[in-house]
Every structure is written in C-alpha cells, then in structure tokens.
C-alpha cells in the first residue's frame, strides 16, 4: 500500500497548530510561581531612620504623635516594625506616653504592639497659671510645674507586652503589670486602661497597697 505524504502533510500541520494552542493558552493561565513566591515574600520596602508619623483631625491638629529611632515597613501585610518606639497623645488636661524597646504598627497605623520593657504614663497637665505663680517660679528645672506635667496623680504602669488603640488612647495587655499611682501600687496579670474615661482594670492576681491622705 503506497501512503500519500501530501495527504497527511496538512493533518500533520494541524495537529502541532493545535497543540501550540494549548501549550500557549496553558502558559497563558497559569500563575507565575516566581510571582507567587514573591508575593510570599516578607521583604521590607522602606527603612527609615529617627522617623516620626503625626495623625492630624480634620482641622489639621495633631491627635497623636509615634516615633522611633528605626522603622522597617512591609508590604505584604503592611505593618512597620519599631526599634525604640514613643507614643504621644495629649489634650488639654492630661499627657499620655508609650515606649517600649520594640513594636509593630497594624492596621493603618491605628494599632500599635509594644514588646519589652514597655511604660505607659499619664501625667495631668499644669495649668498655664498654675505654671506662673510663686510656688512653681520658685522650684529647680527639674520639678514638674516647669514641664507642665505634674507628678502628682501621675500614672505609670510598666509590662513586658502592650496593645495599644492609637486614636482611642486605649491600652490592655494580658501580661504581669506593676502600676504605680502617686504614693499607691499595685500589680497583676492582665489590664485594661481607658484613657478617655481613665478607667483601669486589673483581670486577676491583683495585690497593692494603697496610701489614704490625711486630712
């Protein structure tokens, strides 16, 4: 039997043009795994050094201030990690500050974690008036009327881990905390301060001592 090579040269044609179209619609779909590896990736995007982020309302005054001596921003879940972190918030009334060793900023920029060696203080702000008078012109640089924050009443409590809600001013941890409060003290696992109600909660193995003024 003679084959006829014409005849099946057109077959032939067909059948690599058809394959190519499946190899190329293949190609065509399928994921890159380079990409998806990078996209895995938790590989910063920016460094910045002695850095400061300010939140400004809606008629351009600040509502916090967070600083650090270095910030590493990542893409891939946009958080920043904080080398020497310091959160600032204040009113008219009172001062809160946060800093700790290290951190990481979520949440577009409204969540903040502080690890190691953390310290919140509350300091109730000196009146302008208060600042001027005899009492306060006469003590050493190094009172609180000249920095405008008063020791008395002041707020310190000190932990190894805090979460702390940067707009609201709320802070909790579910770690060991030692809190001080004017001549008072007291310890515990697990709080909850509210810095616009100044509302604190200790969650269990509370012990202090409290310290009554005489009248």
């Known amino acids: 039997m003679k084959i006829q090579v014409n005849h099946l040269l057109p077959v032939t044609l067909m059948l690599l043009l058809a394959g190519m179209t499946v190899w190329l619609q293949f190609a065509v779909e399928s994921p890159s795994p380079r990409t998806d590896a990078a996209k895995d990736r938790h590989d910063p995007d920016a460094i910045g050094k002695k850095v400061t982020i300010a939140k400004l309302d809606q008629h351009g005054l600040a ?36 800093t700790a060793s290290k951190g990481v900023l979520y949440q577009e920029n409204k969540e903040a974690h502080f690890y190691d060696n953390v310290e919140l203080v509350r300091g109730v702000k000196v009146d302008r008036a208060a600042k001027s008078s005899p009492r306060c012109l006469q003590q050493p640089a190094q009172d609180p009327c000249d920095g405008g924050v008063t020791g008395k009443d002041s707020l310190q409590i000190r932990t190894q881990y805090m979460q702390v809600f940067l707009e609201r001013g709320m802070a909790r941890t579910d770690r060991a905390v030692n809190i001080v409060n004017g001549p008072s003290t007291l310890s515990g696992t697990g709080m909850e301060y509210q810095r616009e ?3 604190l909660s200790l969650l269990s193995g509370v012990k202090g001592s409290f310290h009554v003024q005489k009248k």
């Open 63 to 98: 509502q916090y201030h967070l600083s650090a001596q270095r910030m590493v921003h990542y893409p891939d879940n946009d958080s920043m990690e904080l080398i020497a972190p310091r959160f600032l918030k204040e009113d008219a009334n009172a001062r809160l500050t946060v």
């Open 197 to 199: 109600t100044g509302r």
